[in-house]
């Protein structure tokens, strides 16, 4: 009996763009929604050190999350082009060995982070009490750390298989259970800063026992790898996955500067950027979501060698990205007073809000062409290219326009200065990727 064709080898590539993104983002924005929460219900504690705390718990998260992220890259390609060569013994020897890997040294990394947690949160400008919550925050979430990888990279290997609902589904109980428990814990128990980050890590547990299951029940679950396996599947796993962690520890880098140019301008500065930190995603949380969604979609016509679709499929992400990113920067411009109001925002606060949801929600473009962009050189097997666009967009494209931003606008004009540096990469990253695509196509 013939097997079926991998799922996005055939098919109209836009709806399988929007339908992937769409679902993705979906999960995504769940998890996204329930930190948007967090950092109101702080907010209403009327306490600028708890809020500055989350921002900079956050800068020291996106870390360890990095490293999560980047297997789930890896895992996610090396099944999605296992499947599109015909290959499903493969894609489940190499999710095992993905998953396997992914928690020994993330679960290593989060312990080195945990180690120097003091000296990280000062480094990003935490001073005195804030310091001291902002540590204890941190020492909360960052044990949970493997769990939250599990579920970054068993989501990835679902989203490769095509099964973009289930692995939605999987952040979307554990927002639930989030959202559920911050109220009772933030002011019911009186827990506040120590009751959010609790109320994260039983979100942790629930995303991972829901991503994993469905791979048992619903594609063929895992094969069981020995030693020889292992070693065997390491060096495909990391060769993707080295770079691409390092790909996405330049974006905590980037905003670990960010964050310390911000705190020369006060707590209050710090608080707005934290409120604008929370909501990029959620606003933006399809496109956050595109990278994953259309990495199967390029990984899978690869592998079958259908390059024609593999350019088509780029195009289509990139549209996806434009008309989605204007429709959402008119919104929030004209609900930015609401927003600023329901921060209780105030001064600097209230500027930086009212900057984010004006011209530099537009921007946010830029940041989509360099996930598109990722995910093309990833699974066309240039994920070191990906590394140098997001390493030089938080270095040369963060550093130099941080600080000229700053010296002409204060506040205001790090952000600005950050989403300049943002504009010039991510052109630089659509025309690497045009570039490797049709390299690929030639070979």
């Not at 939605?168 to 120590?194: H, K, R, S, Y």
């Not at 949380?285 to 595109?290: D, P, R, S, W």
């Not at 930086?352 to 062409?369: E, Q, S, T």
């Amino acid at each position: 009996m013939a097997r079926a064709p991998a799922k996005f080898l055939t098919g109209n590539l836009f709806a399988h763009v929007t339908t992937m993104s769409l679902t993705a983002s979906v999960g995504l924005m769940a998890l996204f929604t329930v930190d948007f929460v967090d950092m109101l219900f702080i907010a209403m504690l009327g306490k600028a050190e708890l809020a500055a705390a989350v921002g900079y718990g956050g800068a020291v998260l996106f870390f360890t999350t990095s490293f999560g992220i980047g297997m789930g890259i890896a895992a996610g390609a090396l099944v999605a082009r296992a499947l599109g060569a015909g290959d499903p013994a493969l894609a489940r020897r190499r999710a095992a060995s993905a998953l396997v890997w992914g928690v020994v040294l993330g679960s290593a990394f989060a312990a080195g982070v945990f180690a120097l947690l003091r000296p990280l949160a000062a480094l990003l400008g935490a001073q005195g009490a804030t310091l001291e919550l902002t540590v204890h925050f941190l020492r909360i979430l960052v044990p949970s750390q493997p769990l939250i990888m599990v579920g970054m990279i068993a989501g990835a290997i679902l989203r490769a298989h095509g099964d973009a609902r289930r692995a939605m589904m999987a952040t979307i109980w554990g927002g639930l259970v989030n959202a559920a428990l911050d109220p009772v814990l933030i002011f019911g128990l009186g827990m506040e800063l120590t009751g959010a980050a609790l109320a994260s890590v039983a979100a942790r547990v629930v995303i991972a026992a829901t991503a994993l299951i469905p791979i048992f029940r619903h594609h063929g679950g895992l094969v069981r790898p020995g030693l020889p396996e292992l070693r065997l599947d390491l060096r495909p796993v990391m060769a993707i996955a080295g770079p691409a962690i390092l790909t996405q520890l330049a974006t905590p880098v980037g905003q670990a500067y960010v964050t310390a140019a911000m705190a020369r301008y006060g707590e209050e500065a710090v608080a707005g950027m934290a409120i604008v930190s929370r909501m990029i995603p959620l606003a933006f949380g399809v496109v956050f979501a595109l990278s994953g969604a259309v990495g199967p979609i390029i990984g899978q016509n690869a592998g079958a060698g259908l390059h024609r679709r593999v350019r088509a499929a780029f195009d289509a992400a990139m549209l996806f990205a434009a008309l989605f990113i204007a429709a959402v920067a008119a919104v929030l411009f004209l609900l930015r007073g609401p927003l600023a109001d329901l921060f209780r925002a105030e001064g600097i606060t209230r500027d930086l809000v009212y900057l984010f949801c004006g011209p530099l929600a537009l921007a946010f473009f830029f940041n989509g062409a360099i996930f598109v962009a990722n995910a093309a050189l990833n699974n066309l097997g240039r994920p070191f290219l990906s590394t140098l666009v997001n390493w030089g967009r938080q270095t040369a494209g963060t550093i130099p326009f941080v600080l000229a931003g700053g010296a002409w606008a204060g506040a205001e004009g790090v952000l600005i200065g950050q989403a300049a540096g943002g504009a010039l990469f991510g052109l630089t990253a659509w025309v690497l990727a045009l570039a490797v695509i049709a390299r690929a196509g030639r070979a």
